[in-house]
């Protein structure tokens, strides 16, 4: 004969309830923390991928005995899609960056060989569709799908910038990057004063032939490397919402006369991230450092003036840089 025990086993619906309370209010304490680990990790890389792209600059130059330009071609007063290669610095250090059977697809290619435009060749289109994970910063969702189009050139003029993109459907094929060479407040613009802060990477024009044969040396004398921005990061476009541009990795450089600007009010026109307060950049000795937002996206003030300074190569200005340099 069995008798049945007066002690019930398990657990009531409220005790049940209690502990699913308290794993979700342990959940929510650590996954801050989780995030912030997270975001500190990608951090490092970003700054890895950014530094590996300065070193490949510094053994192009070892080669070459000058760093690759910014973009081979500039247009004259019109923009025309027909005139000019449009190959960007990344193209140019592929060798460089582990990438050399890629390089050697753009075949008829060269700084001083622009009768073959691969925006107009067909394999070359092909090829420049190819994803390449050092280009990516990891807190980006960079291949999202884009509702205007890929940039692969930036020229200035003037006060001017303008972008040359493909648009979409064909744009959303590019391979993208979240990382361009520093041309400086406008590149080599004919504008005087937005002028003294060229970059290291400007474009191969007939009024900046110097660019052709800018050594490490000069950024040295001048400026000196590691107070000169050489690779930074950007976002390309507004961080929130559908991706409307992107940059393409054939395009090479960008411009800091709009400043720096964070994830939602990005634009394809400045450097950016979607790192919390700061947008990383490699400088011309390859350290790696974040520089804060700040007011650099308003022109003329303090902050601006002080990004300017960085991001020239022969201004020879010396303003504290301790309020934007993180």
């Not at 979700?24 to 304490?29: T, V």
């Not at 303090?302 to 190569?313: A, C, N, T």
Request: with cysteine; proline share 4%; net charge positive.
């Amino acid at each position: 004969m069995f008798r049945r025990s007066g002690k019930r086993k398990g657990f009531t619906l409220i005790e049940l309830l209690v502990v699913i309370a308290i794993i979700a209010l342990l959940m929510a304490l650590l996954l801050p923390a989780v995030q912030k680990v997270r975001e500190a990790a990608n951090k490092m890389l970003c700054a890895s991928n950014l530094r590996q792209i300065g070193i490949a600059n510094h053994n192009y130059h070892n080669d070459y005995l000058k760093f690759p330009a910014g973009q081979w071609g500039c247009p004259g007063p019109a923009f025309a899609w027909g005139d000019y290669n449009w190959a960007g610095m990344i193209y140019q250090v592929l060798p460089y960056m582990e990438q050399d059977n890629l390089y050697k697809q753009f075949t008829g290619m060269g700084a001083r060989n622009i009768g073959n435009w691969w925006n107009i060749n067909t394999l070359h289109l092909t090829w420049a569709q190819t994803r390449m994970k050092m280009l990516q910063c990891p807190s980006d969702t960079l291949y999202e799908p884009l509702t205007g189009g890929a940039f692969i050139v930036m020229w200035a003029n003037s006060n001017v910038l303008t972008g040359g993109y493909f648009a979409v459907p064909l744009g959303n094929d590019f391979g993208r990057t979240n990382y361009v060479g520093v041309g400086g407040a406008l590149m080599d613009t004919d504008n005087t004063f937005y002028g003294q802060w060229a970059g290291i990477f400007t474009a191969k024009s007939q009024v900046s032939r110097e660019v052709l044969e800018l050594t490490l040396g000069n950024v040295t004398v001048q400026d000196g490397t590691s107070n000169t921005l050489m690779i930074g990061e950007g976002l390309g476009a507004p961080g929130v919402g559908p991706r409307q541009w992107a940059w393409s990795w054939m395009m090479g450089v960008q411009v800091t006369a709009w400043g720096l600007r964070r994830t939602d009010n990005a634009q394809w026109n400045m450097f950016s991230s979607r790192h919390p307060a700061v947008v990383q950049f490699a400088f011309g000795d390859c350290s790696t450092r974040g520089i804060r937002r700040g007011a650099t996206d308003a022109f003329f003030t303090p902050d601006w003036y002080v990004l300017m300074q960085l991001s020239g190569r022969k201004d020879g200005q010396n303003l504290n840089t301790s309020a934007i340099l993180d």
